[in-house]
Nanobody, 123 residues
Framework: QVQLVESGGGLVQPGGSLRLSCAAS????????MGWYRQAPGKQRELVAA???????NYADSVKGRFTISRDNAKNTVYLQMNSLKPEDTAVYLC?????????????????WGQGTQVAVSS
């Protein structure tokens, strides 16, 4: 079984910064893509940013230039540096691991989700 544990959420004033971390643990050979999603009350879950194992990144238009995603493959950990935060960034942020192989010839990779960490941006 694979577990994702997020940390780093909290309350911050507009214009402030936060850094989220998500560590994957368990029987893991490789992870294709790690990413962050968010869900605000009454809204659908949306992709914030994602990074592949070779470092390719993808960002939502709303966070481009403000958020930076990075990854440590050796630690199976993904980070999200969030700068210039806005009230509309308030949401529960969930970590996702896509295409998790538990061994080399694992032909049925799985997806896993963390439980989420709350980010609140308010004065």
């Amino acid at each position: 079984q694979v577990q994702l544990v997020e940390s780093g959420g909290g309350l911050v004033q507009p214009g402030g910064s936060l850094r989220l971390s998500c560590a994957a643990s368990g029987t893991i050979f490789s992870i294709n893509t790690m990413g962050w999603y968010r869900q605000a009350p009454g809204k659908q879950r949306e992709l914030v940013a994602a990074v592949t194992s070779d470092g390719s990144t993808n960002y939502a238009d709303s966070v481009k230039g403000r958020f930076t995603i990075s990854r440590d493959n050796a630690k199976n950990t993904v980070y999200l540096q969030m700068n210039s935060l806005k009230p509309e960034d308030t949401a529960v942020y969930l970590c996702n691991a896509h295409g998790v192989k538990r061994f080399w010839r694992d032909y049925a990779p799985d997806d896993y989700w963390g439980q989420g960490t709350q980010v609140a941006v308010s004065s």
